[in-house]
C-alpha cells in the first residue's frame, strides 16, 4: 500500500466536492505516454467538465491488464490500443472506442544483430510483454511465414541487455528510448519499425464497456473532451507538460529520468500527427482501415471472428 | 635613466631577457614534465583506490555467491521435501547478514504441479526480524521477472540490475539468481539472494582521493547504481547527459565502461578538464572515479606559483645586482671617456685614470695613453711645421709683392693705342709676365708664360721680363728682340726651363704690328666689325730651349677699331670641378660677344670675370695673364 500513499494524498487534495466520478486507468506504469490525461487533471479540465477523476495507475511488477480491470469493472475509462481492444472484444470483452490519440504505430524489433528482412528474425528468441500489445507481431509473423521463440516479460529492458534475447519488441517512445539511453544507440540497421512494414496501425486510444458507454455517455462525451483538450494544452506547453507528469512519476517511484520522459513526450506527440492532415487531429480509424484490421488479425489467427465497426468505434 | 642611454641597464635587461627565456624554457619543460609525473602519479593512486573499493564490493558479492553455491545442494537433494526447501532460503537469511532476502522460485508444476511455489524469506525492514512467505500469484508471475527469466534463459547465474524495492525496504536491491538444475540439465528453479546495495553507496561516497573526486557505479543497463547526485540513481543512465549533450568523450567512456573494460581517459567534464579510471565488476558492473585536474595539480599549482614568484624575485634581483657589477665594472670605461673628451676639449696634458686589472681596460688605459701621447707630439710637429710655414709664406709674400712690383701697372695711353694687362698667379708667385716698352715710335709688349710653377717659375719669370726690358729698349726688330732673349735664357740655364712668349710690336704711327711667336697660344683678334679670329703665326721653339733659335718676324696691319687679345694656357685650360676646360672656343665665342667700343681693360675685365664664371669656384690651377690692345680706339683713355 505504501506505494499509493502520494498518491492518495494527491487525489484526495484535488477531489472536488462534488460531480461524477471517473475511474480512469492507463495501461502501462505512469509516464509521459499519458501526459495528455495528467495534464487535463492537473489544468482542471475535468473538474471544468464536471468530473472527478482518479487515474489509477499498475505497478512495476504488475502482470494485470488494464482491459482486465475494465472487464471486471475496476476501471471506468481505460487507456488501450485499437489492435488489442479488438482482440479483446473478439474474445467477449464488450470495449468500445471512444478517442483515438494515436494515429500512427510505433511498435519496433531492436534486435543485436542487422535486420536486413523479417527474414533475419526466423528463429530468433525475441522478449515480447506478457500483456499484450503485439498482436501487430503475430500479424507480422503470419504474413512473413516467421516462426520465432516469443519470449514473455513485465516490462524493462534487462532481457535486452543481458543478452537473454536476441531481440526485444519495444515502442518507439518507450522502451527504445531505454534502449538508446542504457547501451549509447541502437544501430538504426538493428531495428525494423512496422509502421513501415505495411502495418501502421493506430495504437492508444480510450476505451469503456459498452454497458459503461451506454449509461454514461455524457460522461465519457464529457472526459473525451476534456482529454483532447490536455493532449493539446501538452502539445502547446510541452515543458509544462512534462513537469506535471514527472509529478505522477516520481509518485510511483518509477526508475526514469526527466531526460528519458521528454524523449516520450516528444515521439507520443510526433505520433499523434494524423499523416493524412499533418495535425493531431485525433481521428477516429475509418471503416475501411479497421476492415484492413480486422482481415490482417483474422488471418493471423488472433480473432476468430469478424467485429463490427460501428459496433467497436463510437 | 633611459636604458637606450645606460649601457648597464641595458647589458643587464640583456642578460635579464636571455635568463627569463632560458628559466622560461627550463619552466616549461620542467612543468610538463611534473605534470606528466603527477598525473600518472594521480592515475596509479586512483587505480589503486578504486581497485581497494572493487576488492570490497567483491568481497561481499563473492561471500553472497559462495552463500548460495553452497546450499544448492540441499535444494537438489530435498526438490520434493517442502520444509527442506522453505528452510534454505531461511537458513540465507539468517546465517549471511549480507543477504536480506532469498527465494527458491520453483518452474509452474515443478513442484509438486503447483503453478508457483517460491517460498522467500526476507529480513523485514522496519523491525529486523526475519519473516516466510510464499511468493507467486496473478499479480505476481515471477517467472516473468528479471530475477527469475535472465538467468533462466542465460543457463548461469546472474546478478539482477538494481531495483527501488517497493513496499518491502523502500531500499536499492539486487539479486543474486542461480538457475537449479535436474540431472538432465533442465531447469527447474531458481536460487536467489538479495542484497541491499544502501552500503554501496557509503562505500563509493568514501572513495574520494581528491577533494573533488566522485566515483560512480553502473549496471549493465548504463544506470547509474551510485552516484554523487542521489536523484541520478536507478533513474538515469551514463548515456542520459551525454545523449543530451552529445558528448562524444563521455560517450566514449560509458560505452567502456558497459564494454566491462579497464582503463583511463581524459574528458571535458561540464567545461573541467578531468579524468576517469574505470573497471569492471565480476557481475558486470563498473566503476568509474572521475578526478578534475584542478584537483590533482592543485598542489603542483601551488609549487608552480611559489616557483614562478621565486623566480621573478631571482630575475629582479640578478637584473639590479648584474646592473650594479657592470656599472662598476665599466666606470674606467666612463673616467676614461671623460679623459677623452677632457682632451678633445684641448687639455692635452689630462691625466688618464689608472686602471688595477690586466684586461682590456688596461689595453684601452694604454691605447688613450699612447693616443694621448701621440697628440702631443703631433702637436709640438705641427707647431715647428707652422712655424716654418708661416716663414715660408712671409717670404712668398714678399716674393709675389716683388714680382707684381716687376709688372707695369700703369697703362699710359701710347698714341692711338690703348692697352692693358693683368696676371692672377695660381700659387703665391708664378711664371706668367707680361711687360711692355716704347722704344723707337713703337710700342713693344709680351705675354709669356715660363714651364712650372712657384719659385723657379718665378725667378725665370724675373729672368725673362730683365732681358725683354733691357733688349727691347734697344728699338731692335721683333725677331732679333726674341733671338737675343731666347740666347739670354739659354745662358746658364741648366735646369732646362723655358717659357713661351708671344711678342709684337706695334709701329704707333701706322698701326703696322710685327709679332714673333715662341711656342706661345694663338693670339686672338678681334676686328673693327666684331668678327674674331685667332692670330696665324709660326708656332716656333719656346724661348730658353736652343740658343739661336732662328726667329722670324710676321707682320699684319692693324685696321683702327682692332683689338687684340693675348693670353696664357691658364685661360684656356681653367676647369670647372668636373675637369672641363674653358677652351678656345668659348674664348672665341666671348670675343664675339665683346662690346666694340669696351676700352682694352674692360675687355680684361671682362674675360677674366667670364672665366671665373665658368671655374664656378674651381681651384685655380694654372697661372692666368691677359693683355689687351686696342689699335686707335674711338675714345681716347688712360688706363690705371
Known sequence: MKRFLPLALLLLLSLPVCGQAVRFLPQWTPQTQFAGYYVALEKGFYEAEGLTVEIDHFGGSSTETAVGKLQTGRADIITSQLVMAMVSRSEGVPMVNVLQTSQVNGLMCAAHFPIDSPQSLEGKKIGRWKVGFADICDIFCNKNGLHVAWIPYIHGINLYVSNAVDALLCYSYSEFLQLQLATGGIPAGNTIRFAEAGLNFPEDGLYVTETYYEQNRETVEKFVRASRRGWDYARAHPDEALDISMEFIRAYNVATSRTLQRMMLEEVLRLQVNPATGVADYAPVDEARFLEINAALLEAGCIHHSLDYKEMIR | MSVKKNFASRLSLYVLLISAGLMLFVSVVFGLFVRSAVRKS?????????????????????????????????????????????????????????????????????????????????????????????????????????????????????????????????????????PLKDETGAIYGILTADISLEWLSDLVRSIKPYEHSYTLMVGRNGAYIAHPDSAKVLNETVFTSALEMRDTTAMTIARHLLAGERGMLRFDNDGTDSFAVFAPLSNGWALALICSDMDIFRNAYVVNFVLGALLLLGLLGL??????????????????????????????????????TRDELLTLRNSLDYMQRSINDYIAELKSTTASNERYESELSIARDIQMSMLPKAFELKGNCDFYAMVQPAREVGGDLYDFIEAGG????????????????????????????????????????????????CDGNQNEMFVTIFAGKIDLKTGRMDYCNAGHNPILVVHPDGKAAYLRARPNLAAGLFENFPYQDETIDLEPGTRLVLYTDGVTEAEQA??????????????????????????????????????????????????????????????E
Not at chain 2, 462 to 489: K, Q, S
Open chain 2, 319 to 356: 637584473f639590479f645586482g648584474c646592473r650594479r657589477i657592470v656599472r662598476r665594472q665599466t666606470m674606467p670605461i666612463v673616467e676614461f671617456s671623460n679623459a677623452a673628451l677632457t682632451i678633445a676639449k684641448g687639455n692635452f696634458k689630462a691625466r688618464i685614470p689608472e686602471v688595477s
Open chain 2, 42 to 178: 594521480a592515475v596509479q593512486l586512483t587505480q589503486k583506490e578504486l581497485d581497494n573499493a572493487i576488492l570490497d564490493i567483491e568481497k561481499v558479492i563473492t561471500e553472497v555467491e559462495r552463500a548460495v553455491d553452497n546450499v544448492d545442494w540441499i535444494v537438489e537433494q530435498h526438490r520434493d521435501d517442502e520444509a527442506m526447501v522453505c528452510q534454505v532460503p531461511r537458513e540465507l537469511v539468517s546465517a549471511n547478514p549480507n543477504i536480506v532476502g532469498s527465494t527458491v522460485a520453483f518452474e509452474p508444476g515443478a513442484f509438486k504441479g503447483r503453478p508457483y511455489f517460491a517460498p522467500f524469506t526476507y529480513v523485514d525492514a522496519t523491525s529486523g526480524e526475519i519473516r516466510s512467505i510464499q511468493m507467486g500469484g496473478a499479480d505476481y508471475d515471477y517467472p516473468m521477472l528479471d530475477w527469475y527469466q535472465i538467468p533462466k534463459l542465460l543457463g548461469r547465474p546472474y546478478w539482477s540490475e538494481p531495483y527501488y524495492d517497493e513496499g518491502g525496504g523502500e531500499q536499492r536491491m539486487s539479486t543474486y539468481s542461480m
Open chain 2, 578 to 639: 668636373d675637369k672641363k676646360q674653358f677652351g678656345e672656343d668659348r674664348l672665341l665665342e666671348w670675343a664675339a660677344g665683346l662690346t666694340p667700343d669696351a676700352s682694352a681693360k674692360a675687355a680684361v675685365i671682362d674675360l677674366y670675370a667670364r672665366v671665373k664664371r665658368f671655374t664656378d669656384g674651381a681651384d685655380q690651377n694654372d697661372d692666368i695673364t691677359l693683355l689687351s690692345v686696342l689699335w686707335n680706339p674711338a675714345t681716347k683713355t688712360i688706363q
Open chain 2, 442 to 489: 713703337s710700342l713693344y709688349f709680351l705675354v709669356g708664360d715660363v714651364s712650372g710653377k712657384g719659385v723657379p717659375a718665378a725667378l725665370f719669370m724675373a729672368i725673362t721680363r730683365a732681358a725683354f726690358r733691357f733688349i727691347g729698349a734697344l728699338g731692335l726688330p721683333m725677331a732679333e728682340v726674341m733671338r737675343r732673349v731666347n740666347n739670354c735664357l
